[in-house]
Each structure stands twice: as C-alpha cells, then as structure tokens.
C-alpha cells in the first residue's frame, strides 16, 4: 500500500484538511519536504502554491471546509449556542452576582434565591436578560468563528507537522486570539447587565439602563470592565477550547471502541457535551478571580482592582460564589458544545475534534 494512502487518516489532526484528497495532499507535502525535494501543491481555486493546504473541492449541498461559508455557518452556530444558553442560565447568574457584590445578604445558593424571589418576585430572577441575550450572542459569534479562522491560519503558518506536533499551543493561541476581539463585542453589554441586576432600582432592563449608564459614565464607562473581562475571559477560553479539543480526542481514543467516522451523530453529540461540561469545570475554576472583578467594578462607580481586592480578600476573590460558578458553566460550557457541533452536523459539517495527531515521520518511515 502507499505510504501516503496508508497514512493520510492518520497523519494530520482534523482541523488541518477538508477532503480525503487534501488529505492525501496534505501527506504527500509532508514525506517530500522530509525527503529534501518539495514541490509546490497543484491549485485551481487561487491559494498560494506556498500553502501546505488546498482548498476542498465543492461538493454538492455540502459546505466546503475553511471556504466563507464554513466561517459564516461557524459564526452562526456560535451565536446560537452563547446567546441561548447564557441567556437560559440568567437566574444563576443574577444570583452569584449577587453573592459576589453583598455576601452578607446573599450568603449562599440558595438564601441568594430566596432573597431574590421574596423581593423581586420569579419575574425578578430574569433580570438583565436582554443585554445577556445580545452581549453573548456578540461574543459567541466572534469566539467561535474567529477560533476556527485563527486555528486554521496558525496551523497553516506552523505547517502540518508542526501543527500535528504543537496541536495544543494552536488551541490555545487561537481561542486566546478569538476571544480579545469577541470580549470587545460583550463588554458594553456586560457593564450594563452587571449594574441592572446588582442595584436595585437603578434601571428595569436594557432599554433604560444603557442610556442611563451613558449618562452616568459615558461611553467610555462602558469599556471600563474591559482589561478584567479579557483577565476572565482568554484564560477561560484558552481553557474551553484546548482542554475540550483534548478531552474529545481522548475520550475517542480510550472510552469509545469505535473510530469517530463510523460513530453515530447522536454518540458524537454526546461526547462534545461530556466533553465540553468537562472543560467547563477547568473554566470556572481558572476564570473565577477574574470574574469577581468583572462582577465588582461593574457594580461600583469608581471602583478599582485594588479596591475590589481590598474588599473581597485574596481568599474571597478565588473562592466566593465558586460552587455556583462551576453548576453554570459546566452546565453552560456542555450544552454549548452540544449546540455547536448539532448545528454544524445540521448544515452538513463534522463535529469538533476526536481525530488523533499524526506519529512523528521517523514513526511513520519506520513502519512503511
């Protein structure tokens, strides 16, 4: 058999090919740089001869991997599955803001909901739901297709062996890298639900408290939360992607007998939701600080990290409202996945993650 045919499933990681012949492409590139002699890859579509990746042959009724359509489905499949879900989660999150602002009347889970309800009534516990709504459907676009251009834009420069070789670094580089421009989109948003839901009176939702808070601040108020908010959000998602993309492949490679390929959709499905509630809890516990901070300068006018500090505690800062956080964003960081690779199966895409990184070459010539 081929060398390059014997291998080509197995050589690449599956973000670095979109058909069984960029695969074979992919390989052939690879064994003859290592060989001394490359040659430049045939293109018909306009992509540099320098690239080591093709574009993939169009396919009737199927969306062409890395081609604007597959960023346009992934940028939709983002806002669905970050806007629905965080806005789902609202009263858990009103109420561990709650508990990180007044911890003397919010003492835990659940006096924070009876406090909330005796109060505000069940209509009280969605609090701030629309610029939720708007602020993660924002985010979830530019998090999740700016991942997938930015992966595919690393592992182009880094090249497939490399790319195979250092699959984490281009995990983590790319969400990090995603996840600056998407925090820009929440920030305004998240000022204005943070301020909604932790003071009384100040606004009844969206439509009142934006202007309200322009005035108050201006719009540079609106940005204030930002440095904390990428101190909270890039560990996180640097966390959320890599460790989920991990926990699929291994979860593939030691609890499922059966090659991803031939597993059903409905097995994929469930193992991006135990894989990403598995991600989730790494997330909460690596972005709580942060999230404190978030939580505490958006509350107060004024307000600086050292006195957020000062008033929280270094213990407070890492522990108060932890339990809570970790509840919603494995249950968040799951079900979002779930509905990230459900909308990509729907539009005609391969779920994310499950293939194994290639062997190194000497492996490979070594067994031909």
């Not at 390059?4 to 058909?19: A, C, G, N, T, V």
């Not at 059903?264 to 135990?274: C, E, M, R, Y």
Request: charged share 15%; with cysteine; net charge positive.
């Amino acid at each position: 058999m081929d060398l390059s045919e014997k291998y080509r499933q197995s050589l690449l990681p599956s973000f670095l090919y979109s058909s069984s012949a960029t695969k074979t492409l992919g390989v052939e590139r690879v064994l003859s740089r290592n060989a001394g002699s490359p040659a430049p890859l045939p293109s018909n579509d306009g992509a540099s001869p320098a690239s080591f990746l093709i574009q993939a042959p169009s396919e009737p009724g199927k969306i062409a991997m890395y081609s604007p359509a597959f960023y346009a489905a992934c940028t939709a499949g983002g806002m669905a599955c970050c806007g629905l879900t965080h806005t789902a989660v609202t009263p858990l999150d009103l109420v561990k803001c709650n508990m990180q602002i007044d911890p003397a009347k919010y003492k835990n889970i659940t006096s924070g909901f009876g406090v909330l309800l005796r109060e505000q009534g069940l209509r009280g516990l969605f609090r701030g739901w629309v610029p939720t709504l708007l602020g993660y459907t924002a985010q979830g676009a530019c998090k999740y297709g700016f991942y997938e251009f930015f992966k595919k834009y690393y592992s182009d420069i880094a090249g497939p062996e490399y790319a195979a070789k250092y699959k984490t670094l281009i995990y983590l580089a790319g969400s990090a890298s995603a996840e600056v421009i998407a925090d820009v989109a929440l920030c305004p948003m998240e000022a204005v639900k943070v301020r909604v839901q932790t003071q009384p009176g100040f606004a009844r939702g969206l439509s009142d408290g934006f202007p309200k808070f322009v005035r108050s601040e201006g719009y540079l108020g609106l940005y204030k939360g930002l440095v904390p908010l990428w101190g909270r959000q890039i560990p996180y998602t640097m966390m959320k992607f890599a460790s989920f993309e991990n926990i699929v492949e291994l979860l593939y490679k030691y609890s499922i007998p059966t090659p991803k390929e031939q597993c059903s959709n409905t097995l994929q499905l469930g193992v991006s939701f135990a894989g990403g509630y598995i991600a989730g809890v790494f997330c909460a516990v690596v972005s709580h600080p942060a999230d404190n901070l978030v939580s505490f300068l958006n509350n107060a006018k004024g307000a600086t990290v050292g006195d957020a500090v000062k008033n929280l505690g270094l213990w407070g800062l890492f522990t108060r409202g932890l339990p809570l956080r970790i509840v919603m964003i494995g249950t968040l960081t799951g079900v979002q996945w779930g509905i990230y690779d459900a909308f990509k199966v729907a539009v005609g895409l391969p779920t994310t993650g499950g293939v194994a990184p290639a062997p190194e070459l000497a492996q490979l010539k070594a067994g031909a």
